[in-house]
């Protein structure tokens, strides 16, 4: 077992004082048998208005109020979590339908319906044909072939740190052999969704231990699939991780724009303005797991 300490701040500037509309925080995990939140403490500025709910997807979220004018805006959140690692063992799974090509239960399948539904377009075929290159064989154990997938993301595809936001589309980031974390999650969730898969975005904090890991110092994504007898697995293709305890999912959704950290409107003309974030995940300490 491992106690993580995660610190997330978020400012943005303004140019001119404005007002705020409604803001959707998501940046608390939810308890579960992986992890544990032993503290959190949230610091708002404006000061206003917070009320926690959960969204459709079952992600914790914070919708935040501010109330009067300034001219900028602060979220820091500190987390004090345990996070109880259950690595992917290699294990014989009985059930034929883990084979490939995937099939699911009718009654899985009606739940995971919108997760396998792809979300962009490919019109000229880029996504399509990268996927027949994968060579996926007939009668493979899909729990292999995920693997596969995620491994050759994360040796073919450069990773390039990106400032600006937005992710890219699968067919952009085929097309620059590259991109951020969110760009090589995405491509793997698209791709995975268009032979069949429940596939879902997940965000999440990231600990790196090694200099060999990417996406630190910011929110990480990667993928979560979900397989019969083995429930939602996570893959990171930017680092090659299956089932790390180095991930720290927040949130998992159908698609990118739901899974932002800090979204809403502001109200009147702002002029210039800058954002800034910033991401520190530390071991506190390691434990033995009591007996």
């Known amino acids: 077992m491992g106690r993580l300490r995660i610190f997330h701040e978020t400012r943005y500037y303004y140019e001119r004082p404005v007002r705020f509309g409604p803001q959707r925080l998501l940046i608390r995990p939810r308890d579960s048998h992986a992890l544990r939140i032993v503290e959190a403490s949230l610091r708002l500025f404006p000061p206003g208005q917070t009320r926690w709910s959960y969204d459709a997807n079952g992600n914790c979220v914070c919708l935040f109020q501010p109330t009067g004018q300034a001219d900028a805006m602060r979220v820091a959140s500190e987390l004090v979590i345990d996070r ?43 996504l399509l044909r990268w ?14 072939f995920l693997l596969r ?37 995405w491509l793997m969730v698209e791709g995975l969704r268009r032979l069949g898969y429940a596939a879902l975005f997940a965000t999440g904090y990231i600990h790196s231990p ?30 090659g991780l299956a089932e790390s305890s180095d991930l720290i999912r ?16 502001i109200l009147g003309d702002p002029g210039s303005s800058r954002l800034h974030v910033s991401v520190d995940v530390r071991l506190i300490n390691e434990t033995s797991p009591a007996a």
């Open 250 to 265: 927040v949130a998992a959704t159908r698609t990118p724009a739901q899974a932002q950290p800090v979204s809403g409107a």
């Open 149 to 185: 997938v995620n491994t050759l993301i994360h040796q073919q595809f450069e990773y390039q740190a990106r400032e600006e936001e937005g992710v890219r589309s699968p067919v952009e980031t085929l097309q620059a052999r590259g991109g951020a974390c969110r760009d090589l999650a």
């Open 84 to 126: 109880y690692p259950a690595p992917l063992a290699p294990q014989r799974v009985e059930n034929p339908d883990t084979l490939t090509p995937i099939v699911y239960s009718r009654e899985d399948r009606a739940t995971l319906e919108p997760f396998i539904a792809p979300v962009t377009d490919d019109p000229d075929a880029v």
């Open 131 to 144: 996927l027949r290159g994968l060579h996926a064989h007939r009668d493979e154990p899909a729990l292999t």
């Open 210 to 239: 090694g200099a060999a890991i990417r996406g630190a110092g910011a929110t990480h994504a990667w993928c979560e699939v979900f397989l019969p007898d083995l429930g939602w697995l996570e893959f990171d293709p930017t680092n």
